[in-house]
């Protein structure tokens, strides 16, 4: 039995509790309030102050990752040398974090990796050095949230340093956006390459599917389970909040524009990424004077192009050629490394290599220079690419381009834009599993030269539809509005 005196100091320390609790819950929110507005008041009129000492007309590309020299990168200086072609009077700013890069370290590296001309004049970088706060390192949990406010860090950053009329967000940022329509007063546009989060994505943890983004002991717990499709319900509301304040959205597929058009209820114009096709369709053909049969990997390294699915899919192809085809096939893995991140990816993924024992038959390609690249397509034969859901697919049309007869995940882009495969009209390959890759590959392997030489054709005739000229008219058609709107 509790004394009175014990119960009459429980009362009181309860009581003490509630009316902090109900303190909090009535001043917290007016403290939130109002630290918000001066931050909004100190913001803007820095903003505003910035402006008024320059009359340039500044269109700003917030791309952190602008010298990593990927699919996204490629849109970035096209868009760019849209814009410098367009409006030769607008000074072009790109908002970067290659802080260990200098302005013509990245130009040429852009020039040589996309064989494109970029004028310097005009352009001007400005370094942001708070980049890290979109590292997927710095949020082992909440990784989605953690990066979309570490976003809005660096795009503080970027605005108080060069305010522009027109911004635009190429790296898929969503969360800048609203922050530079209202504190700077810019016209806002931007480019989804891919969704931060996806109804996929959520189906995903809903069915209690393990993936790279469900990790298997959250799959496999029901608490974990219901917490996380929570959490990414709400991020997905505010999501579709953010991304509704563009003036003008990008899509560059039909999988990107049905899950941006559903999150934030608003109708995209669809730009396909430029692909240099006009050059490749050209590539003189090195495969006969090879004397191995090269498979040829075309990606980013990230975590989610999988490319551990293509190792399984040269176990896989092991057990069903013989050992003469085995000794004469590799697999060549290329692509653009940026960090330690991906770097520690690539090692990993060497050692997966050893673990299955193909490590003679499995080779790694980083960072390519332009030249290096066009010879490795040029004596592939079989393109491959493993990615679930990839949003369009940029080194899948090179591949195709170039006459690789390519093998590509049958979803996303890929089965919704790129490839075919009815009969009397194939132009390449879909498949799921590592088998169903290893399939595919001994096929080809078997395939008469007539028969390659009729996907090869087709396909350099579908890939027409994603050149880079194709890509100029349709930005330029999306942009017009804005750009025009703050020009004068």
């Not at 993924?349 to 193909?358: A, H």
Request: proline share 3%; charged share 25%; aromatic share 12%.
């Amino acid at each position: 039995m509790i004394s009175y005196d014990a119960a009459s100091l429980y009362d009181f320390v309860y009581g003490c509790m509630v009316l902090g609790l109900g303190f909090a819950v009535m001043v917290l929110p007016v403290l939130l309030a109002l630290f918000t507005f001066v931050t909004y008041a100190i913001l803007k009129f820095g903003v505003v102050r910035r402006k008024k000492r320059h009359d340039k007309y500044i269109v700003g590309f917030f791309h952190p990752y602008c010298n990593a020299g990927g699919g996204g990168e490629r849109v970035l200086w096209r868009a760019v040398r849209c814009v410098q072609t367009r409006y030769p009077d607008a000074h072009i700013v790109v908002y970067t974090g290659d802080t260990d890069a200098a302005p013509d370290q990245i130009l040429n590296k852009a020039r040589q990796r996309f064989d494109m001309e970029i004028s310097n004049d005009k352009l001007e970088f400005v370094y942001l050095h708070k980049r890290r706060y979109v590292e997927a390192s710095m949020y082992p949990y909440f990784t989605m949230l953690g990066q979309s406010l570490g976003s809005i860090i660096l795009g503080i950053e970027a605005l108080t340093n060069c305010p522009p009329d027109v911004y635009f967000d190429t790296m898929g940022y969503a969360f800048t956006l609203p922050l530079f329509k209202y504190i700077c007063g810019s016209a806002v546009g931007c480019y989804v390459h891919y969704p931060t989060i996806s109804t996929d994505m959520l189906d995903a943890v809903q069915s209690r599917r393990a993936a790279y983004n469900n990790r298997k002991r959250v799959s496999r717990n029901p608490i974990a389970t219901f917490v996380k499709l929570r959490y990414y319900r709400i991020f997905a509301w505010l999501y579709g909040k953010a991304g509704r304040r563009s003036d003008c959205v990008m899509v560059n597929s039909s999988w990107t524009e049905d899950h941006i058009g559903s999150l934030w209820e608003v109708t995209a114009h669809k730009v396909f990424p430029p692909c240099e096709v006009s050059h490749l369709n050209q590539l003189g053909s090195l495969r006969e004077e090879s004397k191995e049969v090269k498979i040829i990997s075309l990606g980013q390294f990230r975590p989610e192009k999988d490319h551990s699915l293509q190792i399984k899919a040269m176990y896989e192809l092991r057990q069903i050629i013989t050992d003469e085809e085995w000794q004469k096939v590799k697999l060549v893995i290329i692509g653009g490394v940026r960090g330690e991140e991906d770097e520690n990816l690539v090692k990993d993924l060497k050692n997966f290599c050893k673990y299955l024992s193909v490590e003679d038959n499995v080779e790694f390609k980083v960072n390519l220079d332009y030249g290096s690249l066009l010879t490795e397509l040029s004596e592939g034969l079989i393109g491959i690419h493993t990615m679930w859901n990839e949003h369009f697919g940029i080194g899948i049309v090179e591949m195709m381009a170039a006459g690789l007869l390519t093998i590509a995940h049958r979803s996303g882009g890929p089965l919704r834009d790129i490839i075919i495969e009815e009969s009397g009209a194939r132009n390449g390959f879909l498949a799921v599993s590592a088998q169903e890759y290893a399939a595919h590959i001994a096929f080809i392997l078997g395939m008469t030269e007539q028969g390659r030489e009729g996907v090869r054709e087709r396909a350099r005739s579908s890939v027409n539809l994603f050149s880079s000229q194709k890509f100029d008219t349709s930005w330029t058609r999306a942009t017009d509005p804005i750009l025009k709107s703050k020009s004068s």
